[in-house]
C-alpha cells in the first residue's frame, strides 16, 4: 500500500457550491466525548478534505477541530447543522494512512476520537496555530546558568520564578503566547530581567530554510556471525514482518539496526525509530548521525513546541529521512515509511499511564502491519507478550546471545543481607568490592529504585509513622530542604521533630538514593559520588549533562535509580551493586517476576561494556526465594519461561485479555458505585465471555485525596472483549454516576492499580 500523502491544494477540491447538497464533515474534536461532530463546510464554499483543521463553534465556545471524513448525511437536518468558522490549512495536515491510525487507535483503547487527533498533532497545530508560525520566544541567556536564584527568590520572587521557568525550558526558552498562560504577568518580571542581561527575546519560525544535510557515512565494526545471521533473516521477508531482537546489552543491537536504516534510507524510504523515554540520549544521536551521516529529526519531550513542530514537519514532508522519537512519536506522519525499529521494547515507558493510555510499542506494531512493513523490536529482556508471539510462529525470534567485540558478561552474585553485617544499607561484601574496583580504576553503579533520603520516618517511641494526609502512603524524607515529600501526589510540609502521637524523636529509617549517596561520601572520601536520579536531574538537559560527565568517567561512584538503568552506556563501569533487590520478590501483580528480572538485568547490563570483566552484586534478605537460582543459573530466559507458563496455567495475559476500568472519586462511595453501574452494564453484555473481578478499592485506594476503585475485565476472546467496552463506553459517558468521579478504561494495562 502506497502511504503517500495527498498534497492536493484545496484550489483543485471541489467547491460545495457546485454541487446540490454538500457534503457533511465528520470533525473530531478535543472534548472527552467518543463521537464526531457533524459541521458544514464554511459560507465561503470551500471544503475541507478530510485530514484538514477546522474552527468550529462549539456551544458557546470556538475550537479546533479535525476534519476526518466526509459524509453525504447527518442525523440532524441540514438546518441545524452548524457551519465551519474557518478552514485552517490549505492542505491536509493528516494523510489517509495518517487518519486510519487515529481511527485505529480511537477503537482499539476505547478512547475519544478527538483526543486522539488532538494527541497525534503537535501542540501549536493543535492550538490552531499556523504551520509555519512565526513565534516570538524568550529564553534565559548563559550568564542566567550560573546566576544564584535563591538569593534572587528571596528579593523578587516573581523575577525568579520567571528565571526558573526560562531556564527549565532549555535554550530556545518559552514562545510568548504559551508563557503568558502559564504567568499573565511575565512582562514586568522580564523588563527588570532583562536589566540584568540575564534574559533574551528573539524570534523563531517553524519553517527549516536549510533541509538536514547529508554527511560522510562511517563504516561500523564488521557484523559477527549472530548479527549476520539476524540481519539476513529480517531481509529475508518482505512486507510487514515483525522480530523480536533478542540480544544482552553489548550484544551489538544496534549495529544491526544501523544496517537495516541505512539500506532503508538508500532505498529512498523513511525510518521511524522508538525509543524509551530517558533512552533518547546524546550518545546514541551522535552514533546514528556519525554512522549514517544524516541528522535524524528528533521527537521528545526535552524540545520546546516549536522545535517538535520543526521536526514533525521534517518527517510529514520527507525531508527527515530518519526520526527517532519518544512514545507520542509513533503518531508521526511519514512520507513514505519503511521500516520502524522499537529500541528497549520492554520499556514501560512505551505505554502512557494518563489521558489516552495507549502502547507505543503496539501502535508501532499495527500502523507496521497496515503500512505493510517491517518492524523490528530489540530488547536485552523482551516482554512475554513478545516472546509468546515468537512461540505461536508469529513474529521471528532472532538471538544475539554473546556480546560484540571484546565485553564479556557480567557475573552475578547474591549477598545474604541476613548473614553479612550491613550499614546504611552497604553489606560488608559489596562494600569490599566497592574498594577493590575502585582500586582497580573501575567505575561503580550503585542502583536503588528510591529517590530521597529515606522511604519513612518513624517514631523511635511508639513506631508511629508520618502519612501522608492525601493518600494512603508514606512520606518520604528528604534531607537537604529537611522536609517530608509524598512520591504520590507531590504534598510536601516540613520534617517533624517530635511524634504527634507520643512526643518521642522521629528518626528516617530505610535506605534512599540520597542517604546513599551521603553514606558513600563518608565511606571512600577520596572518590567523587555522583548521584542521577529526579531530584537530581529536574532542569531540563541536567540528566544528559550528568550522563556525559559519568561516561566521560568524571565521577568514579554513580547512585541512582532506573534513570541509570537504561541504554547508557559507561565505558568505566566494572561493577554494579543492586542495595534493595526484594521490593519486587513478593508483587502482588502477575508481572513482578517479569519486571525484576527484567530490572535486575538491564541495570546488570551496565557493567563490563569494554574490555574489563563486570561483576554484579544483588544484595537480598531471601537468598533461598526459587526467583534466585533461575535469574542466576538461567538468566532472563529461565525466569521468562518459568513465568509464561505459570501466565499460561493462570490465564494471565499473554493468555488472556485485560481492560482496567478506573473510577477516582472525594468520596468512597461515589467512586464504587459507578463502577457498580459498569458491572451491571458489562453483565448484560458479556454473556458468559468475560469474567469481571470487582469492583475493589484500588490498592492504593486514596491519592491525592481521592478514593480510587477499579473494575477488571478479562477475557481469553480478545473480540468479545472489544466489543463489550465499544457499547460500554458511550452507555457510561451518559449515565449520571459518570459526572460524579473521575474515570478511565485501560486496555492492555501495565500497572494493576
Ligand atoms: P546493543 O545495542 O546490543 O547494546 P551495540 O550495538 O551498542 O549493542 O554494541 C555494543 C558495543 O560493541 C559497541 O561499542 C559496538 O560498537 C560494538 N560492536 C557491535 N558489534 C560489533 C562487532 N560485530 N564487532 C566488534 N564490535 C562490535
Ligand atoms: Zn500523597
Not at 27 to 52: E, H, K, M, Q
Not at 262 to 289: D, M, N, W
Not at 619 to 635: K, N
Request: with cysteine; hydrophobic share 40%.
Amino acid at each position: 500500500m502506497s502511504n503517500k500523502l495527498s498534497e492536493r491544494p484545496l484550489k483543485h477540491c471541489f467547491y460545495w457550491k457546485f454541487v446540490a447538497n454538500p457534503p457533511v464533515l465528520k470533525v473530531a474534536i478535543n472534548v472527552p466525548l467518543s463521537r464526531l461532530f457533524d459541521y458544514l463546510p464554511p459560507a465561503d464554499g470551500r471544503c475541507p478534505p478530510p485530514g484538514t483543521r477546522v474552527r468550529v463553534p462549539f456551544g458557546k465556545q470556538r475550537l479546533v477541530g479535525l476534519v476526518v471524513a466526509h459524509a453525504a448525511d447527518s442525523e440532524l437536518p441540514r438546518n441545524r447543522i452548524r457551519r465551519v468558522l474557518e478552514v485552517l490549512d490549505d492542505a491536509p495536515l493528516l494523510g489517509e494512512v495518517d487518519l486510519w491510525l487515529v481511527r485505529f487507535t480511537s477503537d482499539y483503547y476505547h478512547h475519544p476520537v478527538g483526543e486522539v487527533a488532538a494527541a497525534a498533532i503537535p501542540a501549536l497545530l493543535r492550538q490552531g496555530r499556523p504551520r509555519n508560525p512565526v513565534l516570538r520566544h524568550v529564553a534565559g541567556t548563559d550568564a542566567a546558568r550560573h546566576f544564584d536564584i535563591d538569593a534572587l527568590a528571596k528579593k523578587a520572587p516573581r523575577q525568579a520564578e520567571l528565571l526558573e521557568v526560562l531556564l527549565d525550558a532549555g535554550g530556545n526558552g518559552v514562545d510568548v503566547e504559551t508563557l503568558a498562560e502559564q504567568i499573565p504577568t511575565w512582562r514586568r518580571s522580564f523588563r527588570a530581567l532583562a536589566g540584568k542581561a540575564l534574559v533574551t527575546e528573539f524570534v523563531m519560525r517553524a519553517d527549516d530554510p536549510e533541509p538536514p544535510t547529508r554527511g560522510e557515512a562511517t563504516a561500523g565494526p564488521e557484523l559477527n556471525g549472530d548479527q549476520q545471521a539476524a540481519l539476513d533473516e529480517i531481509r529475508s521477508t518482505t512486507g510487514f514482518h515483525a522480530s523480536i531482537l533478542d540480544g544482552v546489552t553489548g550484544s551489538g543491537k544496534t549495529e544491526v539496526y544501523l544496517h537495516l536504516i541505512s539500506e532503508t534510507i538508500a532505498s529512498g524510504r523513511q525510518v521511524l525509530v522508538l525509543v524509551p523515554e530517558i533512552g533518547l540520549t546524546p550518545q546514541l544521536v551522535t552514533r546514528l548521525r556519525k554512522r549514517l551521516g544524516i541528522e535524524p529529526a528528533l521527537l521528545h519531550s526535552g524540545l520546546s513546541d516549536l522545535e517538535r513542530l520543526r521536526s514533525w514537519r521534517q518527517a510529514r514532508n520527507g525531508d527527515a529521512r530518519l526520526v527517532v522519537g519518544t512514545r507520542s512519536a509513533v503518531f508521526t506522519p511519514l512520507q513514505d515509511a519503511g521500516l520502524f525499529i522499537v529500541d528497549e521494547e520492554h520499556d514501560h515507558s512505551f505505554k502512557q499511564q494518563e489521558g489516552l493510555r495507549y502502547s507505543a510499542r503496539d501502535l508501532a506494531i499495527a500502523r507496521a502491519k497496515h503500512l505493510d512493513i517491517p518492524i523490528v523490536l530489540g530488547s536485552a529482556t523482551p516482554t512475554l507478550e513478545m516472546l509468546h508471539h515468537c512461540e505461536a510462529g508469529n513474529y521471528s525470534h532472532l538471538r544475539l546471545p554473546s556480546r560484540a567485540g571484546a565485553a564479556k558478561p557480567p557475573k552475578l552474585r547474591i549477598v545474604d543481607l541476613g548473614r553479612t553485617a550491613s550499614s546504611e544499607g552497604l553489606s560488608e561484601l559489596l562494600a569490599e568490592a566497592i574498594s577493590e574496583h575502585l582500586a582497580g580504576s573501575g567505575q561503580v553503579l550503585i542502583f536503588l529504585n528510591r529517590r530521597g533520603f529515606a522511604p519513612t520516618l518513624i517514631c523511635s517511641g511508639c513506631g508511629h509513622v508520618a502519612e501522608c494526609s492525601r493518600c494512603d502512603s508514606r512520606m518520604t524524607v528528604h534531607a537537604k530542604d529537611r522536609r517530608l515529600r509524598c512520591h504520590h501526589c507531590g504534598s510536601a510540609r516540613p520534617l517533624d521533630e517530635h511524634c504527634g502521637e507520643c512526643g518521642e524523636a522521629m528518626r528516617p529509617l530505610g535506605e534512599g538514593t540520597q542517604r546513599l549517596e551521603d553514606a558513600l561520601v563518608r565511606r571512600y572520601p577520596d572518590s567523587r559520588v555522583m548521584r542521577i536520579d529526579s531530584d537530581s536531574t529536574q532542569r531540563k538537559g541536567s540528566m544528559d549533562e550528568a550522563l556525559q560527565r559519568a561516561t566521560r568517567g568524571e565521577a568514579d561512584i554513580l547512585v541512582g535509580t532506573q534513570m541509570l538503568s537504561k541504554g547508557h552506556h559507561f565505558p568505566h563501569l566494572t561493577l554494579v551493586g543492586i542495595v534493595n533487590a526484594d521490593q519486587g520478590l513478593f508483587g502482588t501483580d502477575f508481572r513482578s517476576d517479569e519486571r525484576l528480572a527484567q530490572s535486575i538485568i538491564q541495570v546488570a547490563g551496565r557493567a563490563g561494556r569494554e574490555s574489563r570483566v563486570g561483576e554484579v552484586i544483588i544484595q537480598t534478605a531471601f537468598p533461598a526465594h526459587p526467583f534466585w537460582p533461575r535469574l542466576i543459573e538461567g538468566g532472563y530466559e529461565r525466569v521468562a519461561q518459568d513465568a509464561l507458563e505459570e501466565r499460561r496455567s493462570a490465564s494471565w495475559p499473554p493468555f488472556s485479555r485485560l481492560a482496567l476500568l478506573r473510577s477516582a472519586a472525594t468520596r468512597r462511595s461515589d467512586a464504587h458505585a459507578f463502577l457498580d453501574v459498569a458491572a451491571g452494564v458489562v453483565a448484560g453484555l458479556a454473556r458468559g465471555r468475560l469474567r469481571v473481578l470487582g469492583p475493589v478499592d484500588a490498592p492504593m485506594a486514596r491519592r491525592a485525596g481521592r478514593y480510587r476503585a477499579q473494575l477488571l475485565l478479562q477475557s481469553t476472546d480478545r473480540r468479545a472483549l472489544h466489543e463489550v467496552l465499544r457499547e460500554l463506553r458511550p452507555m457510561l459517558e451518559a449515565d449520571p454516576a459518570a459526572r460524579k468521579v473521575r474515570w478511565s478504561i485501560d486496555v492492555d494495562p501495565v500497572e494493576l492499580f
